[in-house]
């Protein structure tokens, strides 16, 4: 089984100011990790994956995301936040790479809320 | 980008009645799509996934009785709800993977949010 943790319902950050979402994960084999975000009443939308490679994941909107295997950990990151970038933001993992194969599971997901 | 749409993106209805809700992938082909049912402030819980040409699979605890899944084509899949009740209002996304999935990406719809009375 695999599962995914979001310990923060909520994270308040002043605008300009670095970003950090927290994630980890628990998975029986290679993790696939992916982040995304979600507006009021809309779908969600892909912000970043880790396959393999780099731990160090760059993706849209200037985020990035560390792979950190030892701890289990999928962190989403920006370094200065922006008021637009409030939204709703959800950690997944899939246990395998193919998404015509494999199953996401979501992470309850964090409110990030970026103040003037 | 790869676009999914739902219809209606919204919908009303009374208790007892049925509601189809579509899914469509507009400029490529999906052999998969997933339902999901997301409750106000919640996580996106899987129901079902739904493979062309061949019966949806359901997660545990999803009636596939009352929740019918239809893919009948590579660039559509329908839900319907059967029977609604007021415990069946909620948000429905799905999403759709390309046939040619080498990027392991998948594609949300907008969602359709389910109101019955």
């Known amino acids: 089984a695999q599962s995914v943790a979001q310990p923060e319902d909520q994270v308040n950050v002043a605008e300009g100011n670095p970003l950090t979402v927290k994630c980890t994960y628990s998975?029986?084999?290679?993790?696939?990790l992916f982040w995304y975000v979600q507006y009021p009443n809309r779908g969600l939308q892909f912000l970043l994956k880790y396959i393999t490679g780099d731990n160090l994941v760059k993706g849209s909107y200037g985020f990035e995301a560390e792979f950190n295997k030892s701890q289990t950990s999928f962190h989403l990151k920006k370094p200065s936040a922006l008021v637009s970038d409030s939204a709703l933001y959800f950690c997944a993992v899939r246990d395998v790479p193919n998404t015509n194969a494999g199953k996401s599971t979501f992470g309850d997901g964090t409110t990030l809320t970026v103040k003037p | 980008g790869a676009v999914v749409s739902q219809h209606p993106s919204w919908v009303i209805c009374k208790s007892g009645t049925s509601v189809k809700i579509e899914c469509r992938s507009l400029d490529f082909q999906a052999t998969t799509m997933f339902w999901y049912r997301q409750f106000p402030k919640q996580s996106l819980m899987l129901m079902a996934t739904s493979n062309e040409g061949s019966k949806a699979t359901y997660e545990q605890g999803v009636e596939k009785d009352k929740f019918l899944i239809n893919h009948a084509s590579l660039t559509l899949s329908t839900l319907t709800v059967t029977s609604a009740h007021p415990e069946d209002s909620s948000f429905y996304i799905c999403?759709?993977?390309?046939?040619?999935?080498?990027?392991?990406?998948?594609?949300f719809g907008p969602g359709t949010r389910l109101t019955v009375l």
């Open positions: 998975v029986s084999g290679n993790p696939y």
């Open positions: 999403s759709a993977s390309p046939l040619v999935n080498s990027r392991n990406e998948q594609f």
